[in-house]
């Protein structure tokens, strides 16, 4: 949350100190000022310029990243990138932390969102949906990684570790999500939801973006269509209409300007069809008014 708004930085300082942060792969707003895919995945280029002039790979413990970015706009890299990420880590041997916290049970049309990429990252950050809504966090790791634990002692105490109606919700959750195929019913009912969004957009200037996967959808909003000005005021008028209508949504991004659409996993296209009407109805509204 700190990497994509300056606002949220400055309200928690200090730091960590000798943390870099490097540009995601955020294709409709590149901050790098390319186009994919004539770009050649400059951001995979710029994270190894940056460790051969700013961060040494000696110095460096990991690149820590989410598959899916959720708070700075729910933006999915390309294809390509997750896989090039993990080989430039192994290549100057850095661990690649996955932080599944927001894109894992489900989330995303299967069970964790680094999947869809064929990825299997040096550890794994796990929380949120881990239990239900019960407070929970897990961190999976390789077997040799998760040994080294022994070394520090001080890992293993904490006023929340070990607590048993926690761990009985998060083992009820993940059998929930399994017996009843929930990943499947993210997957096809998130494509479904998205492809209605995206038919939305060609009745909307304000619609700039839809991307995602599987129930982690976002709706980017924009002023002007060829400057891409986000539409920050609007995004939260559409979210006061959708409200009124009895939709929940909210507004992410690093202006505030992009949609979050994470609906539960139980989502059934007839709901996913009020959705859309909803959105439909609160786009129309906001014009009317803006």
Partial sequence: MIADRSENRRLSQPLIPGVVHVPYPYCYRC??????????????????????TVAHPDEVAAI???????????IPPPQEYTPQLSKLAKMNGILLVDDEVASGFGRTGIMFGI????????????????????????IVARKEIMEKESEFPVVRGGTFIGNPIACVAANATINEIIDNRLTENSALVGLYLKNRLIELAEDFQLIGDV????????????????KKSPAAEEASLVVEEALRRGLLISTIGTYGQTLRITPPLILTREQADISVEIIQDSLKAVEKKT
């Fill in 64 to 74: 820590f990243f989410e598959p899916i970015q959720q708070v700075a706009g729910i």
């Fill in 211 to 226: 991307r995602g996967k599987g129930l982690m959808i976002g709706i980017e909003l924009v002023k002007d269509q060829d």
């Fill in 115 to 138: 999947e869809h990429w064929g990825v299997d990252p040096d550890i794994m950050f796990l929380g949120k949906a881990f239990a239900n809504g019960i407070s929970m966090a897990g």
């Fill in 31 to 52: 901050s790098l000022a390319q186009s994919y895919p004539s770009c050649g995945l400059a951001c995979i280029e710029y994270i190894q310029y940056v460790l051969d």
